[in-house]
């Protein structure tokens, strides 16, 4: 059997869990960070890798990949509500490679990490056939927020509309259409992803769960559903405008580009025990942007709009992309 047959979901369930040892990590194993404990705090640990051949759709540069890799990275901090302090960074490159290609990329990682308000403190280098970029990311947090802790009552938030990444790889996989400042901002968007620092902030101060949104709304509200043992039933998908634009142009449902692009960063998180009016104040205390509430958690299974149940489906490795 090849990794293509599994998927990387059952890859990681059926074989690299059996091998991981959790008596350390105060995360579960099927997060995306880990967290020790250390002096009553937790240090937050992430991994995330870009592979050029797979990960980069045409026209994206290097200073975006740059950027791209320490947004992987740090969204998946923010997500357990640490603040990012260490960005290190692996790079992997063919001998090939431009010296000014290289210098634009790091370049990428110094803008990434000056807005995030942490440092890059260097990684390795070495040689490989195709651009391989691998970031950790270490920050800190008193209060780790959990995927797998929401609880029937729960509210249903997202720090952000979705659809522009499905909208952006549209356009650069399969030639979409529209105006010139409608393509700009969609590309500006995904290239260069809004999550912002001060919504980690926020999150870590009133999220009962949280989760980053990187493989998509779908897979991630199913997710912390699933993990949790509960029902999230949608009120409202929050869709872009531009993408909505952009979906109506090209003739695409704009729902499948919020549900199943992938790619945007966006905290998916849940809220216990205040109103919706202290959730958007505490924000805005924080200057973040202001919380999309979009439903609310359930006694039941799975994930629900309109009476119709979202399926688990988005980005994944290893699955066949026919």
């Excluded at 603040?83 to 790079?91: A, C, F, G, R």
């Excluded at 249903?156 to 650069?172: D, E, I, K, P, R």
Aim: net charge neutral.
């Amino acid at each position: 059997m090849k990794l293509r047959e599994l998927g990387e979901r059952r890859i990681l369930e059926e074989i690299i869990f059996r091998y991981t040892e959790s008596n350390l990590n105060e995360l579960s194993k099927d997060e995306d960070a880990v967290a020790l404990r250390i002096n009553g705090a937790y240090l937050v640990i992430n991994v995330d890798t870009f592979v050029k051949e797979t990960d980069a759709p045409p026209k994206m540069t290097e200073l975006q990949m740059g950027y791209r890799v320490v947004t992987m990275t740090i969204s998946d901090l923010i997500s357990k509500g640490a603040l990012p302090e260490i960005i290190l960074l692996s790079i992997s490159a063919p001998p090939n490679l431009d010296i000014t290609k290289l210098d634009s990329l790091l370049n990428g990682v110094k803008i990434a990490c000056r807005k995030y308000n942490t440092k890059y403190l260097g990684g390795d280098f070495g040689e490989s056939h195709d651009l391989i970029l691998t970031g950790v990311g270490l920050g800190k947090t008193n209060k780790i927020i959990h995927r797998n802790t929401t609880l029937p009552g729960d509210t249903v938030w997202v720090t952000g509309a979705f659809g522009n990444s499905g909208a952006a790889l549209h356009y650069l996989l399969y030639k979409g259409s529209g105006e010139k400042s409608l393509i700009d901002d969609i590309l500006e968007n995904y290239f260069f992803s809004p999550l912002s620092l001060n919504d980690g902030k926020a999150l870590r101060e009133i999220a009962s769960a949280a989760m980053d949104s990187s493989d998509g709304l779908a897979i991630t509200l199913n997710t912390i559903a699933n993990q949790s043992n509960v029902m999230i039933e949608l009120h409202k998908i929050p869709i872009s405008d531009i993408a909505r634009e952009y979906a109506i142009k090209n003739n695409l449902d704009p729902l499948d580009l919020a549900l199943f692009g992938g790619e945007e960063f966006e905290v998916v998180f849940t809220v216990r025990g205040i109103s919706d009016d202290e959730v958007i104040n505490l924000f805005r205390a924080y200057n973040a942007r202001k919380p999309i509430k979009i439903g609310i958690v359930k006694k039941g299974k799975g994930v629900y709009f309109k009476g119709k149940k979202i399926p688990y489906r988005g980005w994944e490795h290893f699955r066949d992309k026919k």
